[in-house]
């Protein structure tokens, strides 16, 4: 079973919509993260969350929103999609160990397409 | 702008040493290099980190310098599933990824 899981897996909408993207996790880890692919491009960091009362921006945040429901779920929100928000996004969680090491576990992918 | 900085594209024989070298010159010492690759589209996969010795997992092993400005990657015996998008990281907890080493394993 995977350990952190993303869904819609693939999605197609059209500009204006409003969309979101759940990722949820087995691992019991407090650290969670979304990141946006473009292609040929590395990943970006939209947001990251440390615990449920703990939300933080990253590089690219302007027009995502972000929901940490549990301490297993975080939710991306586009509140009206645009197409250049088409991307692969990525979910990741990693263990709370302060400012030690910190390596990250990537959920599959959704691919959104914005028409 | 990525933090570090590594080759574009990198070939090698199936069954030989892959090497793979990445630049952090701008690294401060409490940030660890991690090492990820990316098959196709998906999901990053955690390889091996390291803060100033070297590591070995069962996957690959680590090389850092003594000034930690670089380090290198080495699959022992790459495979033709080794062919990937491998990631150099300088982070504490907030990765800057670049776009990392395309590496071709050839048959």
């Known amino acids: 079973d995977a350990d952190v899981t993303q869904t819609p897996r693939n999605r197609i909408t059209k500009t204006g919509k409003r969309i979101m993207l759940e990722c949820s996790q087995t691992?019991?880890?407090?650290?969670m993260y979304w990141y946006r692919q473009d292609p040929g491009l590395g990943l970006r960091l939209i947001y990251y969350?440390?615990?449920?009362?703990?939300?933080n921006k990253g590089e690219i945040s302007d027009g995502y929103s972000v929901s940490r429901q549990a301490q297993a779920k975080f939710s991306l929100s586009l509140e009206s999609a645009i197409p250049n928000q088409t991307a692969l996004y990525f979910c990741?969680?990693?263990?709370?160990?302060?400012?030690?090491?910190?390596?990250?576990?990537f959920g599959p992918g959704t691919r959104l397409t914005v028409l | 702008d990525a933090k570090t900085t590594q080759p574009p594209s990198m070939d090698c024989a199936e069954g030989r040493a892959a090497n793979l070298p990445c630049n952090h010159s701008?690294?401060?010492?409490?940030?660890?290099v991690y090492w990820y690759r990316q098959i196709h589209s998906q999901g990053p996969q955690y390889i091996i980190h390291?803060?100033?010795n070297n590591e070995t997992n069962e996957m690959a092993s680590l090389i850092i310098t003594e000034d930690r400005k670089s380090s290198t990657l080495i699959l022992p015996h790459a495979t033709l599933r080794d062919t990937a998008v491998y990631y150099c990281?300088?982070?504490?907890?907030?990765?800057?990824f670049g776009t990392g080493t395309r590496l071709k394993v050839l048959a």
């Open positions: 990741a969680t990693s263990v709370d160990r302060g400012h030690s090491y910190n390596e990250q576990f």
């Open positions: 691992k019991g880890h407090d650290r």
């Open positions: 969350s440390f615990d449920v009362k703990d939300i």
């Open positions: 701008t690294i401060s010492g409490n940030e660890y």
């Open positions: 390291g803060l100033k």
């Open positions: 990281i300088e982070s504490t907890y907030k990765y800057i």
